[in-house]
């Protein structure tokens, strides 16, 4: 897979809770110069919409934990793709998932999914569940319409796994995020089945592929 191919699969992140505005300068600079993607904290969309226009940025919702209440979080997806949002990565409530409570996780999403107009992906921190559970949060995202499903938030303990994805991607397309931080295993996620790579690593991810 060569530079052109791979690159518009990244979305190269910054999330960090020290995340700076020449932070996301950078990284937005970063993504146009490469052809990437760019997912930065909910505060900066605005400005990276009118300062960037040509790149497509992804932003979170209700990170990196995921137990905001449903209200809330369909607020904050509003209000970041008013801003200039083009897709939103929202945190599933793995608390609720793990109560059993799927209904509940699924008509979540599914509000969200109906108050935006742009892609929403559901991250189902697999770190944190059995392959049981990350069956049914998988389910619970296909059930409320979201457009992929995503490894990680790269907070918890562990981040994108091979068994992951490729279980992941029987259900929905799957963006692999945490730990990726170079071409050899960026290119193995997609093989595995993921259609888009989250990384902090995109530059180094972008610049290992063959021109």
């Known amino acids: 897979m060569d530079r052109d191919e791979l690159a518009p699969a990244i979305d190269h992140t910054v999330l960090g809770p020290e995340t700076t505005p020449?932070?996301?300068?950078r990284v937005l600079d970063?993504?146009?110069e490469y052809g990437m993607n760019a997912c930065i904290p909910p505060c900066y969309v605005a400005s990276?919409?009118?300062?960037?226009?040509e790149v497509t940025v992804a932003t979170v919702v209700g990170f990196p934990h995921g137990n905001n209440a449903a209200e809330i979080k369909r607020r904050e997806g509003v209000v970041a793709w008013k801003s200039g949002a083009d897709e939103l990565d929202v945190v599933a409530n793995v608390g609720r998932l793990k109560a059993g409570e799927?209904?509940?996780?699924?008509?979540?999403?599914?509000?969200?999914?109906?108050a935006v107009p742009v892609p929403v992906k559901v991250i189902c921190e697999a770190p944190l569940l059995t392959e049981g559970e990350l069956r049914r949060a998988c389910e619970a995202a296909r059930e409320a319409d979201?457009?992929?499903?995503k490894t990680a938030t790269g907070f918890a303990d562990g981040g994108a796994t091979l068994d992951d994805v490729e279980l992941m991607s029987e259900y929905l397309p799957v963006k692999a995020s945490g730990g990726i931080g170079s071409y050899e295993e960026a290119v193995a996620m997609i093989e595995a089945g993921a259609e888009r790579i989250g990384a902090s690593s995109g530059v180094e991810i972008v610049e290992g592929a063959p021109e």
């Not at 020449?22 to 300068?25: G, N």
């Not at 990276?48 to 226009?53: M, N």
């Not at 799927?102 to 109906?114: C, F, M, N, P």
């Open 48 to 53: 990276a919409a009118d300062s960037h226009p």
């Open 146 to 149: 979201a457009a992929m499903v």
């Open 102 to 114: 799927d209904d509940a996780v699924s008509e979540e999403i599914a509000e969200l999914v109906a």
């Open 22 to 25: 020449a932070d996301v300068e």
């Open 30 to 32: 970063e993504a146009d």
